[in-house]
């Protein structure tokens, strides 16, 4: 650990992260009061992309040309002609069943914002094979989305699919995301897409008679349809959440998933290898399209459709039910980036205060977060907001905390920790603790307390450092966690 006696210059140590840190400080503040997640609505909120070329080539992977709302080319679809589009099959099902409410995007995916289209209007968003790489934003966006309780369905088809030869194909692109964000990069969802194109087959269901995608409301689901696609590998040693539902043939476990599901945060994914099976076979003209949706050696339909509804919130297991964490509760750990070997992703931070320094040490790997220590009047902040499901019953905060002083009292507290839970305002729900220079010790001691009070609500966790004008006291924080089950 520093010196006791040591004082640090006013200018923090910078790390080869501070650069990075600084300029996703304004996406990682997406996750804060500004970013309501998706809460309980009837109807489900669907959002179909159509901003990354998902209609490149002969592609057509919209529910319909009106855009944003389907619902001016027909107010009340009976038929999937009603609507134009290789996709109005699924949106017109989903809308005659009077329990969904359909959008399409056509710009940036934003998480926080102020557009009609702005994720946190929405309980699951469906990537229909695009054809254009996300950028870093709109990365940060639907990663935060999914992890605070929004439902995330992934489409792909095989490899070398470049509809607009832009040099990515749609197995590039979800990789991409899945493992160049700014949120978490470490196999988020225990699962990769494999570069392959397998020319034809029919994946097979497990024996699962208690999943909600499988056995759903829209029906059962035995086979679904290959016409070039792909699939992926799982790894759940990364995410145990991970589940492979359908399988090519000759495949199972953790190789050859045609159709898998998982969880991050709060939220749901599902991730499908190929587009041929939600294709319907009709839309704009000029394009060559394929009808999967009604093959009949498959059931896709039903398959498109369940999912759907898992992923909106329905069904008896996963992520935040209703999107943005009400009902059932999923055990898993929700703060992102909580080592902190991330920088100062997810966090929102004082200059400085996430660092790799050789003046203290981290707990575990090379960062941690180092609050005050200079030996002047300084206020450092960290903060992380994060969604609660309530149908959590518990809710474990824990971190490690690191104190060391100068100062030599051992009944004034003249330097001050503390943790506090704020609501979407800012305003302060409770102090969890206040530490200072009295609790000073050497070493890491873990510190813990419920946050099951907070259950269906996005709070912000932050830890505010208060330091006199003289004598440092640096509070050392690393290996965070929020536990829920």
């Known amino acids: 650990m520093g010196s006791v006696g040591s004082k640090r210059s006013r200018r923090k140590v910078t790390t080869c992260l501070a650069g990075l840190g600084l300029l996703l400080t304004g996406a990682a503040l997406q996750v804060g009061p500004s970013a309501t997640p998706a809460h309980a609505a009837t109807p489900h909120r669907i959002l179909f ?97 999914v992890q605070a309780g929004g439902g995330l369905f992934m489409i792909s088809d095989h490899t070398g699919a470049d509809r607009n030869s832009d040099g990515e194909d749609a197995v590039e692109i979800l990789n991409d995301l899945m ?6 990069s470490t196999d988020p969802f225990g699962f990769s897409i494999d570069s392959l194109s397998i020319s034809s087959g029919y994946p097979a269901a497990i024996s699962d008679s208690t999943d909600p995608v499988l056995h ?33 043939s000759g495949y199972s476990g953790n190789t050859g998933a045609f ?47 369940n999912a759907t509804e898992w992923l909106a919130g329905a069904g008896s297991s996963g992520g935040g039910d209703d999107g943005g964490g009400s009902g059932t509760c999923t055990a898993s750990q929700l703060l992102g980036n909580n080592g902190f070997e991330s920088g100062s992703t997810t966090w ?59 100062e030599t009292s051992t009944s004034t507290a003249y330097d001050t ?13 409770g102090t969890l603790a206040t530490y200072s220079n009295l609790n000073a010790a050497s070493g890491y001691t873990q510190r813990s307390f419920s946050l099951a009070s907070y259950a269906g609500q996005t709070v912000t966790l932050k830890f505010t450092g208060t330091e006199g004008s003289t004598l440092q006291t640096s509070f050392v924080i690393d290996d965070t966690a929020l536990n829920v089950s």
């Open 259 to 305: 159709f898998a599901t998982s969880t991050f945060g709060s939220g749901r994914v599902a991730f499908w290898g190929d587009s041929s099976p939600v294709d319907d076979g009709t839309g704009q003209s000029g394009n060559t399209l394929y009808d999967g949706w009604n093959d009949t050696g498959a059931t896709n339909a039903a398959l498109a459709l």
């Open 348 to 406: 929102s931070a004082s200059s400085g205060v996430i660092t790799n320094s050789s003046s203290q040490s981290a707990r575990t790997g090379s960062y941690y977060a180092w609050l005050d220590g200079y030996g002047s009047a300084t206020t450092d902040t960290l903060s992380q907001a994060v969604t609660i499901p309530s149908g959590c019953t518990t809710a474990a905060l824990s971190f490690y905390l690191h104190i060391d002083t100068a």
């Open 216 to 248: 759903g409301s829209f029906g059962t689901v035995t086979k679904s349809l290959i016409a070039s696609g792909t699939t992926a590998t799982l790894k759940p040693a990364d995410n145990s959440s991970v589940k492979g539902l359908l399988y090519r």
């Open 49 to 145: 992309d159509d901003g990354h070329a998902e209609e490149a080539g002969n592609a057509d992977w919209i529910i319909s040309t009106s855009k944003p709302d389907p619902l001016s080319q027909d107010s009340s679809p009976s038929a999937e002609t009603d609507w134009t589009g290789a996709l109005s099959s699924w949106g017109v099902a989903l809308q005659k069943t009077g329990d969904y409410s359909l959008k399409t995007a056509t710009s940036a995916l934003t998480y926080g914002g102020s557009s009609t289209t702005d994720l946190s209007n929405f309980d699951t968003l469906v990537l229909p094979e695009p054809n254009t790489l996300f950028t870093t934003a709109e990365k940060t966006a639907i990663m935060n989305f």
């Open 417 to 429: 920790l503390k943790v506090q839970v704020l609501n979407s305002s800012g305003t302060v729900l």
């Open 179 to 184: 493992t160049n964000n700014s949120v978490d």
